[in-house]
């Protein structure tokens, strides 16, 4: 019990910075070629969930809108929080 503890806290604290350079598809149509984005998550996965959130915010587009970036997304650093 007490490792699941410490790796869960291991979690909230350590996060990586994460950059992407590339297109921004919508229901699989390139609607912009080159878009740069940033964000500051745990993982990968919820990094490119939070660069397609800002996409939709910032080009007004529905919330429920099937955006998705098919380029990688690179980690500048890592983060830590105490």
């Known amino acids: 019990m ?7 806290l291991f979690l ?3 996060m990586n910075r994460y950059v992407y350079d590339g297109p921004v598809m919508i229901f699989d ?16 996965r919820k990094a490119k ?3 397609a ?3 939709k915010k910032r080009n007004n587009i529905v919330a429920g809108s099937k ?6 997304v690179q980690i500048e650093e890592e983060v830590y929080y105490a």
């Open 2 to 8: 007490r490792n699941v503890q410490l790796l869960l």
């Open 12 to 14: 909230r604290c350590h």
């Open 29 to 44: 149509r390139c609607v912009e070629n080159k878009w740069h984005g940033e964000t500051i998550a745990p993982t990968e």
């Open 49 to 51: 969930s939070n660069l």
């Open 53 to 55: 959130y800002q996409w």
């Open 67 to 72: 955006v998705t970036l098919p380029g990688k």
